[in-house]
């Protein structure tokens, strides 16, 4: 093998991982800003003018639970599965930058429900407490919905190619 052709092979190889980085970071990016909008802004929202401590106490009072840990635990699942990608990704760079994108896409998409099930019980919490709704409050939560619903719109337009890719780097039929 020539010199020219292995450095042709470099930023091909390359690619996926510097998608899988980029995917990592998005995915964790957006876990944090969801525990800092259920856990801090949306509360401060919901009761104007209350500190966040007197906010956690009336709700602990009212014998409710804000339940950080388990939106904690249910906001970690994207950010070890985007972990599990790029590790795998890390060992195996032969596949193609679009592949990977279109699987970050997907997580990336699916943080709008993971959103949804871990705010949930804070906004009951905070309802029952303070007689309010249990929606959001705070603006916070439309970005991630947003991006959610760009990285869907994405991932439906780039899916059909990455599955040809696929089929093509496996050998397989495609279909027409």
Do not use: C, K
Request: aromatic letters at 8%; zero cysteines; proline letters at 6%.
């Amino acid at each position: 093998m020539t010199d020219m052709n292995r450095s042709g092979e470099g930023p091909r190889r390359r690619r996926p991982i510097v998608v899988a980085v980029i995917g990592t970071v998005v995915v964790v990016a957006y876990a944090l800003l969801a525990a800092v909008q259920i856990l801090v802004l949306n509360p401060l929202a919901a009761v104007p003018g209350a500190e966040l401590s007197q906010i956690y106490a009336d709700v602990a009072a009212a014998g409710e639970s804000m339940g950080a840990p388990l939106v904690l635990a249910g906001l970690a699942v994207g950010p070890v599965v985007a972990i599990g990608l790029l590790v795998r990704t890390w060992r195996r760079p032969d596949g193609e930058g679009r592949i990977v994108a279109v699987q970050y896409l997907a997580l990336v998409a699916l943080g709008a429900f993971g959103y949804f099930w871990a705010s949930f019980g804070p906004g009951m919490a905070l309802a029952d407490t303070y007689g309010i709704s249990g929606g959001d409050h705070s603006p916070w939560a439309t970005p991630l919905q947003a991006v959610s619903g760009v990285a869907f719109v994405v991932f439906l337009m780039q899916v059909p190619g990455a599955v040809s890719m696929a089929r093509a780097l496996r050998g397989g039929a495609q279909r027409r």
